[in-house]
């Protein structure tokens, strides 16, 4: 799995980062033009907030400012949403054409993508709701037993229900664990299978069962080592943004101007956001590509996949490359 996730990452580079450097950045660049005129709202009332006068700011100055955050965070996360969404999509759609070894264009990519971004956002959104669904209840049957042992006074009964929270806790984490790596298959069904969310779910589990371990081994390895390989990635951009840090204050002005300071804080958000986008380009790209990998291993082990993938590629030859050879070529 792993061999074969760098290998199709090396052969499709191209169409994999390049969509994905194309979303995340457009994303950024929309997150980017909320926060500037985020920041213009709260320019036109700077005066206002830093006055000194009894009763500064009231509450009529607040409301543009909460109403422009808010559409600031808002805003954020649908665009973040629906990128990621759709490097999600993309990744299986060209995990498609390399387990056949064909070429696909960007713009295939795109349109393939882009058709099953919603379901994979229904799929995402099904999987973290049975998965809080536990978790939530637990947490709220053990608020409502702390509620009634502070409420009766019986103070000595709390500290056994904390015990018993915290061993909840261990019995309630591995469900929510089981539970997601039961669905872990079901983006990339959405895209295999062109499946509602609904039936990518029941699909997924019908593909892990008597695979859960292997399934969990893939995927705990996958975002593992994403993890790793984006943290080494971001650490060189952290350690440029600490070399002002470095300085001793006497070589540095005592009132820098406003130009110095937005120059440097400027930079440094610089330096963060790159290293996050290149660190992120690797950790939304390779765990999926990973499991979507699993997704093919086992249809190949249960279903017999792999003379379908051979009979499809070789209908394709012609399409792709011209008529076959001579007998005797």
């Given at each position: 799995?792993?061999?074969?996730?760098?290998?199709?990452?090396?052969?499709?580079?191209?169409?994999?980062?390049?969509?994905?450097?194309?979303?995340?950045?457009?994303?950024?660049?929309?997150?980017?033009?909320?926060?500037?005129?985020?920041?213009?709202?709260?320019?036109?009332?700077?005066?206002?907030?830093?006055?000194?006068?009894?009763?500064?700011?009231?509450?009529?100055?607040?409301?543009?400012?909460?109403?422009?955050?808010?559409?600031?965070?808002?805003?954020?996360?649908?665009?973040?949403?629906?990128?990621?969404?759709?490097?999600?999509?993309?990744?299986?759609?060209?995990?498609?054409?390399?387990?056949?070894?064909?070429?696909?264009?960007?713009?295939?990519?795109?349109?393939?993508?882009?058709?099953?971004?919603?379901?994979?956002?229904?799929?995402?959104?099904?999987?973290?709701?049975?998965?809080?669904?536990?978790?939530?209840?637990?947490?709220?049957?053990?608020?409502?037993?702390?509620?009634?042992?502070?409420?009766?006074?019986?103070?000595?009964?709390?500290?056994?229900?904390?015990?018993?929270?915290?061993?909840?806790?261990?019995?309630?984490?591995?469900?929510?664990?089981?539970?997601?790596?039961?669905?872990?298959?079901?983006?990339?069904?959405?895209?295999?299978?062109?499946?509602?969310?609904?039936?990518?779910?029941?699909?997924?589990?019908?593909?892990?069962?008597?695979?859960?371990?292997?399934?969990?081994?893939?995927?705990?390895?996958?975002?593992?080592?994403?993890?790793?390989?984006?943290?080494?990635?971001?650490?060189?951009?952290?350690?440029?943004?600490?070399?002002?840090?470095?300085?001793?204050?006497?070589?540095?002005?005592a009132d820098p101007s406003g130009g110095e300071l937005i120059a440097v804080f400027g930079g440094l958000i610089l330096l963060s956001v790159i290293s996050q986008m290149i660190a992120q380009l690797f950790t939304a790209i390779f765990p999926p590509l990973m499991v979507g990998l699993l997704y093919v291993d086992l249809?190949?082990?249960?279903?017999?996949?792999?003379?379908?993938?051979?009979?499809?590629?070789?209908?394709?030859?012609?399409?792709?490359?011209?008529?076959?050879?001579?007998?005797?070529v």
């Amino acid at each position: 799995m792993l061999s074969g996730a760098f290998t199709t990452l090396g052969r499709y580079w191209k169409p994999l980062i390049g969509m994905a450097l194309t979303l995340f950045g457009a994303a950024t660049l929309v997150m980017i033009a909320a926060l500037v005129v985020a920041g213009a709202t709260v320019a036109t009332h700077w005066d206002e907030l830093t006055s000194s006068s009894p009763g500064s700011p009231d509450s009529s100055e607040l409301v543009p400012l909460g109403i422009a955050f808010g559409v600031l965070v808002l805003v954020s996360m649908i665009v973040y949403l629906l990128a990621s969404a759709v490097v999600q999509a993309a990744v299986p759609v060209v995990l498609q054409e390399a387990v056949l070894g064909r070429p696909i264009r960007f713009g295939a990519v795109w349109r393939r993508a882009w058709s099953r971004a919603w379901s994979i956002i229904g799929t995402v959104f099904l999987t973290g709701l049975i998965m809080i669904v536990p978790v939530a209840l637990f947490l709220a049957a053990f608020a409502g037993l702390m509620v009634y042992a502070v409420t009766l006074g019986d103070v000595d009964g709390v500290v056994p229900l904390i015990v018993a929270g915290s061993l909840g806790t261990l019995v309630v984490a591995p469900v929510a664990i089981w539970l997601w790596v039961r669905f872990s298959l079901a983006p990339t069904v959405v895209v295999f299978e062109n499946q509602r969310p609904v039936a990518a779910l029941r699909r997924s589990a019908q593909l892990v069962r008597g695979s859960w371990w292997r399934a969990f081994g893939v995927g705990l390895l996958a975002y593992g080592l994403a993890s790793v390989i984006g943290y080494m990635i971001q650490m060189p951009f952290q350690m440029a943004g600490m070399l002002p840090g470095m300085f001793d204050p006497a070589d540095v002005d005592a009132d820098p101007s406003g130009g110095e300071l937005i120059a440097v804080f400027g930079g440094l958000i610089l330096l963060s956001v790159i290293s996050q986008m290149i660190a992120q380009l690797f950790t939304a790209i390779f765990p999926p590509l990973m499991v979507g990998l699993l997704y093919v291993d086992l249809r190949m082990r249960t279903e017999s996949l792999g003379p379908v993938l051979a009979e499809a590629a070789a209908a394709t030859l012609p399409e792709q490359y011209g008529p076959p050879p001579p007998a005797h070529v």
